[in-house]
């Protein structure tokens, strides 16, 4: 049965603040329409319509702030980085986590069973020709596809419509990139994507902004960007075919307390919806239990 992963970058579950919670301060339909409230550590699981809002443990048994590389380690191969590691690290995965990330991440697997598995994020020219050139600071996510032989999407299959740029509407690889690709609304954004999972066993796709607006590197942008990620959960949600299992899922906390530009220590949002959706809120506690809550229920 498909599963659709949307990794949202930096998003935890946090106070009830209209001042600092972006979620609050703002609105989010997502929860409202769907849900008939918004998460906050005052009321952090929210069941409506076999639909679920819960928190994941994102610290591990391991002192200080969460960071990206051993979360989204731990997320994508099932295993506590953290601990492995002996300490929370990030942006890019410790150098001790590559070969895990190599041979026991989510995509590998699926690939390996014999199944279709699909990163559904392009990037850009400028980031090919970063490979090219020797370096090799990755994401995880993008370490897991290189080493995993699943192919990178470029412009051509944004154009296509069978790839999404990372900012889901493709307005910032015009005017920063110089592209000029199609702007395309969230909504259709979302549509492409579900329409990718259906075709596929396991489609992820990331979206790294929030983590961005977190740190105050997005000044003056959180409104903009937050109703974009709204309207394209929103949908991915209510036009979500029967046959799909979605889980939203994060690698820690950060964006949801705009009074600080570190991570948090919340729990990470969690989201499951369709097929299987009950029983992953039902055994995910912590990041490390995502993966293979997937792969056990997800057949």
């Not at 590389?69 to 410790?94: D, E, L, R, S, W």
Request: glycine letters at 8%.
């Amino acid at each position: 049965m498909p599963v659709l992963m949307i990794f949202i970058d930096g998003v935890g579950i946090g106070n009830e603040d209209y001042q600092f919670n972006p979620f609050f301060k703002y609105g989010f339909k997502t929860f409202t329409d769907i849900f008939g409230d918004i998460p906050s550590l005052q009321n952090q699981t929210i069941v409506r319509n076999k639909k679920f809002i819960f928190p994941v443990d994102a610290c591990l048994g391991v002192e200080g702030f969460p960071q990206s590389g051993t979360g989204q380690t731990a997320i994508f191969c099932g295993m506590n980085a953290a601990k492995f590691v002996g300490k929370h690290f990030g942006p890019f995965p410790y150098s001790t986590l590559i070969p895990i990330i190599g041979g026991q991440n989510i995509l590998k697997h699926y690939k390996d069973e014999g199944k279709k598995s699909l990163f559904a994020n392009a990037y850009p020219k400028l980031f090919f020709d970063y490979l090219k050139s020797g370096k090799t600071r990755l994401s995880v996510t993008t370490m897991c596809c290189r080493l995993s032989g699943i192919p990178l999407n470029r412009a051509k299959d944004v154009y296509a419509g069978k790839a999404l740029t990372a900012e889901i509407t493709n307005s910032k690889w015009n005017t920063k990139l110089n592209y000029k690709l199609p702007v395309i609304s969230p909504e259709l954004a979302a549509k492409r994507l579900l329409r990718l999972a259906v075709d596929n066993d396991f489609t992820l796709y990331e979206y790294f902004i929030t983590d961005h607006l977190g740190h105050g590197r997005y000044d003056g942008e959180v409104e903009s960007n937050i109703k974009i990620l709204d309207s394209f959960l929103l949908t991915a949600l209510i036009k979500l075919p029967e046959e799909v299992t979605l889980i939203i899922c994060s690698d820690h906390g950060n964006f949801e307390d705009l009074s600080v530009k570190t991570h948090t220590k919340n729990p990470a949002l969690t989201i499951t919806a369709g097929k299987f959706a009950e029983s992953l809120f039902e055994e995910i506690k912590d990041l490390t239990q995502i993966k293979s809550a997937i792969i056990k229920n997800c057949k």
